[in-house]
Nanobody, 124 residues
């Protein structure tokens, strides 16, 4: 069973930056698409970004494109989400997730493995 663990959440003022990391117990054919999702109170979960590990393709929600960057770290089995220009509406619990295969539109498809989540708070 793949295990995912997020780190790096916290509080920041609007316009600031945070970097989230997700460490996977392993990355295999079954979880080679790593993504980030978020859920704010009273709102549906939203796909934020995904990366096709070792292929390098990346996918972003329109709401974060140009501000957030997902990348594969030099640390083994770790992907990160660099969040710049944070807005109050970016505040949410951010979850790392994984599935087999990435493709355009993947953020609207089911992901099979999930982390516990990390809180991001953005004050105005």
């Amino acid at each position: 069973q793949v295990q995912l663990m997020e780190s790096g959440g916290g509080s920041v003022q609007a316009g600031g930056s945070l970097r989230l990391s997700c460490a996977a117990s392993e990355i295999t054919y079954n979880n080679n698409c790593m993504g980030w999702f978020r859920q704010a109170p009273g709102k549906e979960r939203e796909g934020v970004a995904a990366i096709y590990v070792d292929v390098g393709s990346t996918y972003y929600a329109d709401s974060v494109a140009g501000r957030f960057t997902i990348s594969q770290d030099s640390v083994k089995n770790t992907v990160s989400l660099q969040m710049n220009g944070l807005k109050p509406e970016d505040a949410a619990v951010y979850y790392c997730a994984a599935r087999r295969g990435c493709f355009p539109g993947v953020l609207t498809y089911e992901f099979n493995y999930w982390g516990q989540g990390t809180q991001v708070t953005v004050s105005s």
